[in-house]
């Protein structure tokens, strides 16, 4: 069991930063791999950013590679999204995922967050 809490959200002006954390709990925490996925209005959830539970293992999606860097710190059981030139594009909400298996698929992971709200004006 992994509960997991996002913050860092809100308003940002194109070309803007963001930096997202998602706090977990569990001792098991480090053996987790996370993700980060988002869904703007009106659309689906989609994959933005994982990690193994291996650090430095990566995995992003196209449209957020070279923009967006995901990183854990398991001494603090948190996942980081640094999020940079940021895009009206980007606007969504944000969630947090924890899971066993490492890759882009919903299905891997079994714990989410809540999610929180990234707006990008133009």
């Known amino acids: 069991q992994v509960q997991l809490v996002e913050s860092g959200g809100g308003l940002v002006q194109a070309g803007g930063s963001l930096r997202l954390s998602c706090a977990g709990s569990?001792?098991?925490?480090?053996?987790?791999?996370m993700a980060w996925f988002r869904q703007a209005p009106g659309k689906e959830r989609e994959f933005a950013a994982s990690?193994?539970?291996?650090?430095?293992?990566?995995l992003y999606a196209d449209s957020m590679k070279g923009r967006f860097t995901i990183s854990r710190d398991n001494g603090k059981n948190t996942v980081y999204l640094q999020m940079n030139s940021l895009t009206p594009e980007d606007t969504a909400v944000y969630y947090c995922?924890?899971?066993?298996?490492?890759?882009?698929?919903?299905?891997?992971?079994?714990?989410w967050g809540q999610g929180t709200q990234v707006t990008v004006s133009s």
């Open positions: 995922a924890a899971g066993e298996l490492f890759g882009m698929s919903r299905s891997y992971y079994n714990f």
């Open positions: 569990g001792r098991t925490f480090s053996r987790y791999a």
């Open positions: 990690i193994s539970w291996i650090v430095g293992n990566t």
